[in-house]
């Protein structure tokens, strides 16, 4: 009878498979740099079928790698690190000019138009469990759509930026 009781929460406590969850990442692009220029920009399109957030960043051809959201103040656009980026479930998170993007400073390198710059995000899950995802982003000079918003030029302040 005792055995039978054992047998039976044995089965019950098997343990659940731990699942990864699946990142999109789409059109990436970085900008390439203008000479004497150590930083510079990556952009991309992220979707994460369930909740989750980017812990972390890297790249081969960098010494520092963050995640940078601009922001207005007092109307000169600057921008700061930010600790995560929150990816909502199924929603795609855009990088772009102007908002969130990664940054990429201490270049080990000029950034050419057509090179493809590696990037590694680390995913952090809703459960804490973490993966990494490999992003490789041409560099392409940005083309500004005729009549393209203002703002963006403030991004070009990159090269000044001190950490
Ligand atoms: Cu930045």
Sequence with gaps: ???????????VTAPAFAQNITVDVKDAWARPTV????????????????PAKVVSTSSPLAGIVE???????????????????????GQAVELKPG???????DLKGPVKAGDVVPIQLTIETADGKRQNV?????????????GGQGGHGGHGSHGGHKH
């Design 1 to 11: 009878m005792k055995s039978l009781l054992l047998a039976g929460l044995m089965a």
């Design 35 to 50: 000479s004497q220029q150590s930083a510079t920009g990556a952009y991309m399109q992220i979707t994460a079928s369930a």
């Design 67 to 89: 995640i940078h959201e601009m922001f207005m103040d007092k109307d000169v656009m600057k921008m700061r690190a930010v600790n995560a980026l929150p990816l909502p479930a």
């Design 99 to 105: 908002g969130f993007h990664v940054m990429l400073m």
């Design 134 to 146: 490999e992003v490789k982003a041409q560099a392409r000079a940005m083309t500004m759509p005729a």
